[in-house]
C-alpha cells in the first residue's frame, strides 16, 4: 500500500470575482521513501496541492477530495486531529527561509517545539536532539548558534535549520516547497544534495516542489506535472525525459537551458496562463497549445496510461499521436 | 545598550531646558495680575508681593532665579497659597494627594488599557472571518463608539448611571478601591479602543505571514501559536502607542479628576491656571513633560527588548 494517496482533491477559492479553481481533480501516490516531483509554472497549483494536505490553506478556500496517509484520512478533518499529524508525521520546509522562520523566536527554541508538542519531551531532551538535527544539516559550530536569531544566520544556514526543524519528529513524509528558490545557485545544490542524503537516512517519502524541471531531473524519483491546477503528465523521472507526450511537458523541456548543447535562443512557450476563475471549457492549455484542436477546446482531456510499463500518465487528446518534441521544435 | 541609555538620558536635558524655558514665557505672558482679587490690594502690598516673587525683576532675570531654584529641586512658592512650597503642594507628605494620587490614576488606567486592549484584539483578530466574527465585530463596534465619545461625556454619564442610579460605586473622592473603578475605567476605555484597533489590525497581519505558516505546519495548537509566536511581533506597533497613551492619560486626569473629585495634580493644574499661580503652573507643565520623555525613551528599551533586530 502506498503511504499517501490523493483523490481527486480540489481546491477553490472564493472571491469577490467568484470562485477561483485552483486545483482540479488532482490525484496521485506516494509510495514509502519515494520522491515525487512537482513541477509548473506559478499559479500551476503545486503549492497549493501540498497545502491543501496539510491543512493549510487560506481561509477563504475551499477543499474537496481525499488523501490518505497510511489510510488516515487528511482533508476535513478537525484542526486538532491534523496537528497531531503534521509537524510530526508529515512535515513541510517552505520557500523563503528568511520569512518562514520566526524573526522573534531563537532557533532554539523553534527547533525545539515540535518535539515537546508531538512527543512531550523536556526542553533538555528536544535540545540534545536539535543539535544531533542541526549536526546531520551540516550546521557548523551548533553549540554557539542555537542561541541565535534566524537573521543572524544566512539564507541557506536559515534553510538548513528548517530542514533540520521539519526532521525532529522523524517525518514519513516531507514536503519540500520550492525549497531553493530564495538561495543562491550554489547553496540550492548543496542543499539538494543535502535533502537527498538525509532522505536515504531517515527513508522518508519526499514531496519535491519546483518550477525548475533540471532539480526534479537529479531528485526524484517520479515526476508530475502540473498547468492550471490539474495535472497533465505523470511518470517515472527517466521515462519523462526519454519521451514526453503531453505538448507542455515538451515546453517545459525546451523551455529550460542546457549546457551541452548548441542551442543559444531558449524556446519559451508562448501566451500566459488561463485565468482560474474563467478557465477555458475544454483543455486549460488549448489556447496555448501548438497542436489544440476543436476538441481540445471542448472537453476535458482525462489522465490516461500510456500502457508503456512506467505507469505514465498523460491527459491530451493527441498524446498518441506524434512525438511532441519534435513538432515543437521544428 | 547601556550606553544609549546614557546618551539619551543625556538628550533629554536640552529638551528639558526648551520647554522650561518655552512654558515660562507663555505663563508669565497670559494676561492678567497673579494677585488680582475682587478687592484690590493696596498697592504697597502689591508691589511687597511682586518682590517677594521677583515679579518687579526683568523676565530674564525672573528666568534665571526660577532656574537656580530648579537646578536645586526647589519649584518654587505658591503664588495663591502663600508660604507653601511647590515642591509640598505637588509632592505631600504621607503620599496623601498631588502627584502620588495622579500617578496611582495614571498607571492603573494604563495596565488596564494595556490588558483590555490586548485581550480585545486576540478576541477581534482571531474571530474575523471565521463562523463566530460577530464577536469582531461587537469588538469593532465597541471600539468606534468609545474613541469617538470623548470622556466629559463618559466620565459624568457613568457617574449619573453607576453612582447615582446603580449605587455600585462611589460618586467621587479618593482613598479606597472602590474609588478607583470608575476613574481607572473611564479614563482608560479610549485608550482600549485604540490599542484594540491597531493590535487587532497587526495580529492579522502577523497571523498571515510565512512564519506563523510554518507554526501552523509544525502542528502547534491555536493558544501557543498566538502566545508564543504571534503576539510578540503583533506587539510592536502598540508599543509605539505607549508614548501618545501616556500624553493621553495625563491629559484627560485633569478632566476625570475635576469630575470625580480626585485630589491629584490634574486638579492643580485647572486650579492653578484659573489662578495664575505662576509657579504652580510651570512645575506641573514640567512634570508632565519629563513623564513624556521618560515614557518615549521607555518605548524604545522596550522595543530592543521585543525585537530581537534592534540592538543599540
Not at chain 2, 469617538?148 to 473622592?173: D, E, K, N
Not at chain 2, 501616556?246 to 478632566?255: D, F, K, P, Q, R
Not at chain 2, 469630575?259 to 499661580?277: E, K, L, S, W, Y
Request: proline share 5%.
Amino acid at each position: 500500500m502506498s503511504l499517501l494517496e490523493v483523490n481527486n482533491l480540489n481546491v477553490r477559492f472564493k472571491t469577490n470575482d467568484g470562485l477561483v479553481h485552483a486545483i482540479n481533480h488532482v490525484s496521485f501516490s506516494l509510495d514509502k521513501a519515494e520522491t515525487l516531483g512537482v513541477v509548473g509554472e506559478s499559479g500551476s497549483g503545486k503549492s497549493q496541492t501540498v497545502l491543501a494536505l496539510m491543512g493549510l490553506s487560506a481561509n477563504n478556500a475551499l477543499v474537496s477530495g481525499s488523501a490518505k496517509l497510511d489510510g488516515k484520512e487528511l482533508i476535513g478533518i478537525p484542526t486538532k486531529e491534523l496537528n497531531q499529524i503534521r509537524g510530526n508525521e508529515i512535515s513541510m520546509i517552505f520557500q523563503d527561509p528568511m520569512t518562514s522562520l520566526n524573526p522573534y523566536v531563537t532557533i532554539e527554541t523553534q527547533l525545539c517545539e515540535p518535539m515537546m508538542v508531538h512527543q512531550h519531551s523536556t526542553k533538555a531532551q528536544a535540545r540534545r536532539h536539535a543539535i544531533d538535527m542541526l549536526d546531520a544539516v551540516r550546521i557548523p559550530d551548533i553549540a554557539n548558534r542555537i542561541k541565535l536569531y534566524p537573521h543572524e544566520l544566512s539564507g541557506g544556514m536559515q534553510q538548513r535549520v528548517m530542514v533540520a526543524m521539519a526532521l525532529m519528529c522523524k517525518p514519513r513524509l516531507l514536503i519540500a516547497d520550492e525549497p531553493t528558490t530564495a538561495l543562491d545557485v550554489t547553496v540550492q545544490a548543496q542543499l539538494l544534495k543535502l535533502l537527498q542524503e538525509l532522505q536515504d537516512e531517515f527513508k522518508m517519502a519526499t514531496i519535491l516542489i519546483t518550477h525548475d524541471i533540471a532539480v526534479v531531473a537529479g531528485a526524484c524519483d517520479r515526476v508530475m506535472v502540473m498547468y492550471a491546477g490539474t495535472t497533465v503528465e505523470s511518470a517515472q523521472i527517466h521515462d519523462l525525459f526519454a519521451n514526453h507526450y503531453h505538448p507542455y511537458t515538451s515546453g517545459l523541456m525546451t523551455a529550460t537551458p542546457r549546457v551541452d548543447s548548441a542551442q543559444t535562443k531558449l524556446q519559451e512557450i508562448t501566451g500566459e496562463p488561463p485565468d482560474l476563475s474563467h478557465l477555458p471549457a475544454g483543455c486549460a492549455f488549448s489556447p496555448r497549445c501548438p497542436r489544440a484542436t476543436d476538441i481540445c477546446s471542448q472537453q476535458h482531456p482525462v489522465l490516461e496510461d500510456m500502457h508503456d510499463q512506467n505507469l505514465h500518465y498523460v491527459a491530451c487528446f493527441h498524446a498518441r499521436e506524434t512525438d511532441n518534441k519534435e513538432t515543437l521544435n521544428s | 545598550m547601556f550606553s544609549y541609555i546614557l546618551r539619551r538620558l543625556g538628550g533629554v536635558i536640552p529638551t528639558l531646558f526648551a520647554v522650561v524655558l518655552i512654558s515660562f514665557l507663555m505663563v508669565h505672558m497670559t494676561p492678567g495680575d497673579p494677585f488680582a482679587t475682587e478687592r484690590a490690594l493696596p498697592p504697597e502690598v502689591l508691589k511687597q508681593l511682586h518682590h517677594q516673587y521677583h515679579l518687579d525683576l526683568p523676565l530674564w532675570q525672573q528666568f534665571l532665579y526660577y532656574l537656580d531654584d530648579l537646578i536645586h529641586g526647589n519649584l518654587g512658592y505658591s503664588l495663591k497659597y502663600q508660604g507653601q512650597s511647590i515642591n509640598h503642594l505637588v509632592f505631600p507628605t504621607g503620599s496623601q494627594g498631588g502627584f502620588w494620587v495622579s500617578v496611582q490614576l495614571g498607571t492603573f488606567s494604563i495596565i488596564i488599557a494595556g490588558i483590555g486592549g490586548i485581550i480585545l484584539d486576540i478576541f477581534s483578530a482571531l474571530t474575523k472571518d471565521t463562523l463566530a466574527d460577530f464577536i469582531d465585530h461587537v469588538i469593532s463596534v465597541f471600539c468606534m463608539l468609545v474613541i469617538s465619545t470623548p470622556i466629559v461625556v463618559t466620565a459624568p454619564l457613568s457617574v449619573l448611571v453607576f453612582a447615582v442610579f446603580l449605587h455600585w460605586f462611589p460618586a467621587g473622592g479618593w482613598g479606597t478601591l472602590s474609588d478607583l473603578v470608575l476613574p481607572v475605567i473611564i479614563l482608560s476605555l479610549p485608550y482600549i479602543a485604540v490599542i484594540t484597533q491597531i493590535a487587532r489590525s497587526s495580529l492579522i497581519e502577523i497571523m498571515g505571514s510565512p512564519f506563523i505558516r510554518t507554526a501552523k505546519a509544525k502542528g502547534l495548537s491555536m493558544p501557543r501559536l498566538v502566545w508564543r509566536h504571534a503576539l510578540k511581533p503583533a506587539m510592536m506597533p502598540v508599543v509605539s502607542l505607549l508614548g501618545p497613551t501616556v500624553a493621553g492619560i495625563l491629559t484627560g486626569s485633569v478632566v476625570i479628576e475635576r469630575v470625580f473629585t480626585i485630589p491629584g495634580i490634574g486638579i492643580q493644574m485647572v486650579q492653578g491656571a484659573t489662578n495664575r499661580d505662576y509657579n504652580l503652573v510651570l512645575a506641573l507643565v514640567i512634570i508632565y513633560s519629563l513623564l513624556v520623555i521618560v515614557f518615549n525613551l521607555l518605548v524604545d528599551i522596550i522595543y530592543a527588548f521585543l525585537d530581537p533586530k534592534i540592538r543599540y
